[in-house]
């Protein structure tokens, strides 16, 4: 397949696929079914007609409002599609090998989501990363299984540290961020080192911007979750992680 036609077939795959990333984020962290009722107005209830479930393009054809009750559709509905489209052709462009599109794809399908339940609901679903792990272990081991033993290294190292942090401060780290950074492990490799400490320095400064901006006697109670910075980090180590390793063993 011609680079740019399988560019073209990523990016209409990437906005339907965030599609449903939307539907995810939606019904999951509240119990729902994934597949029933299909796709309708949370205000009125109206089915949404296939013509106007196209990624992206319905939403500013309705200018972001429902065609039976005239109410506002969240403009974060185009942003994932148009984000997911564009994050996997960065994957398709960033990478060359089977092994290392697919598990930068599932990063890309997994972080995408979790990012934003965990900004809206402090939680990271078991529902996502458990099937997920399985499905990095699957991958990897078909096509790519010489990396795929440092893969689950990484895994262990990348939850093993999370989980002593987890303990030391309960406040401070879920289980839900110890089990990411483990999936972090099996779809990065090695790379998942500077995944976790972008992800620590971005958490770290921004979450003393939050803090300093609350009443000093709200501070304990404030929590600031960390699955987007891990989603940053994350996202940043598929496009350059090992490239960012790579720099800093050099310059030692």
């Keep these: 397949m011609p680079a740019s036609l399988a560019i073209v077939f990523t990016a209409l795959l990437g906005a339907l696929i965030g599609s449903f990333l939307n539907v995810v984020i939606h019904r999951l962290p509240r119990g729902e079914s994934l597949v029933a009722p299909g796709s309708h107005c949370p205000a009125c209830d109206s ?7 196209v ?6 054809w309705l200018r972001g409002r429902c065609r039976a009750c005239r109410a506002a559709i969240s403009p974060r509905y185009p942003l994932v599609e148009a984000a997911t489209a564009a994050l996997c052709v960065g994957v398709l462009i960033a990478h060359s090998s089977a092994g290392a599109i697919a ?11 979790v990012a934003l339940i965990d900004l809206e609901h ?6 996502i990363t458990a099937p997920a792990a399985v499905l990095a272990v699957a991958l990897g081991s078909a096509l790519d299984p010489s990396h795929e033993l440092a893969r689950l290294i990484a895994a262990a190292a990348a939850g093993g540290f999370f989980l002593v942090a987890a303990i030391a401060s309960p406040r401070g780290m879920g289980m839900g961020d110890v089990k990411l950074a483990a999936l972090l492990g099996l779809l990065l490799g090695s790379a ?3 995944a976790l ?3 620590l320095v971005a958490g770290v400064l921004i979450g003393l911007i939050v803090l300093s901006r609350r009443p000093v006697g709200e501070r304990r109670a404030t929590g600031v979750p960390f699955g987007p910075f891990m989603a940053l980090g994350g996202l940043t180590a598929v496009y350059a992680g090992h490239a960012i390793l790579a720099a800093y063993l050099h310059g030692l």
Excluded: C, F, Q, S
């Design 122 to 127: 402090h939680v990271i679903p078991n529902r």
């Design 103 to 113: 598990l930068g794809m599932l990063t890309v399908l997994v972080l995408v989501p």
């Design 55 to 60: 990624p992206v393009m319905a939403w500013l």
């Design 47 to 53: 089915a949404v007609k296939p013509y106007d479930n």
């Design 192 to 194: 998942v080192a500077p």
């Design 197 to 199: 400490l972008i992800a």
